[in-house]
């Protein structure tokens, strides 16, 4: 402790006690117990704030990296399908190839996925313009479709021609009256 041996912290104890007395060294050990708590508390939360702010900068960090490499890979994609079809236009490219070539390749695959897992900083980016981007494409799945003759296909039928003919108002006659007493029981 401090390259204090115990000889002198027992000599430094014992001037202590004569000089200060044997009440007044009960106090002041307290008084310094309670400030030695303290600031050991106080040390221990600036610790665990400087720890969650080296943390929550790491994420922002490895977000962005996810961020500028989801955003390569779409532009390589892009250069790559572009390729692919000044290929085809100019009749360089084999029926085969242009057969096999996906249109989905896993580096836009691997962007969306980037952009799932880093929504943040997909977030805190400025959207660009559509020009730059070019088509997009709605990767979003369509819901299933009810078999035909069940209740829910016929009850989905019936709320898309109440929407389509403007009848989208509840019925009156489920309307339940006001009470004439306020709305207390």
């Given amino acids: 402790m401090f390259g204090i041996g115990?000889?002198?912290l027992l000599v430094i104890l014992v001037v202590a006690l004569i000089v200060l007395g044997p009440k007044?060294?009960?106090?002041i050990s307290r008084t310094l117990g309670k400030a030695m708590g303290e600031f050991r508390r106080v040390s221990t939360d600036f610790q665990r704030t400087l720890n969650a702010e080296v943390a929550q900068e790491e994420d922002e960090e490895r977000r962005k990296k996810a961020a500028?490499?989801?955003a390569k890979t779409a532009a390589e994609?892009?250069?790559a399908?572009?390729?692919r079809q000044e290929?085809?236009?100019?009749?360089?490219?084999?029926?085969t190839e242009e057969a096999t070539a996906p249109e989905t390749s896993g580096t836009e695959a691997a962007t969306a996925q980037a952009e799932t897992e880093a929504p943040s900083a997909a977030t805190a980016a400025p959207a660009?313009?559509?020009?730059e981007t070019g088509p997009t494409i709605d990767v979003t799945p369509a819901p299933p479709e009810p078999p035909a003759?069940?209740?829910?296909?016929?009850a989905l039928a019936r709320t898309k021609a109440e929407a389509e003919s403007g009848a989208a108002a509840p019925k009156a006659d489920n309307a339940v009256p006001a009470p004439d007493n306020g709305g207390k029981a």
């Fill in 6 to 8: 115990s000889t002198e």
């Fill in 87 to 95: 290929r085809a236009a100019s009749g360089e490219g084999t029926p």
């Fill in 81 to 83: 399908k572009a390729a």
């Fill in 68 to 70: 500028e490499k989801a």
């Fill in 128 to 131: 660009p313009d559509a020009s």
């Fill in 24 to 27: 007044s060294l009960a106090s």
């Fill in 149 to 154: 003759g069940s209740p829910l296909a016929e």
């Fill in 77 to 79: 994609a892009e250069a």
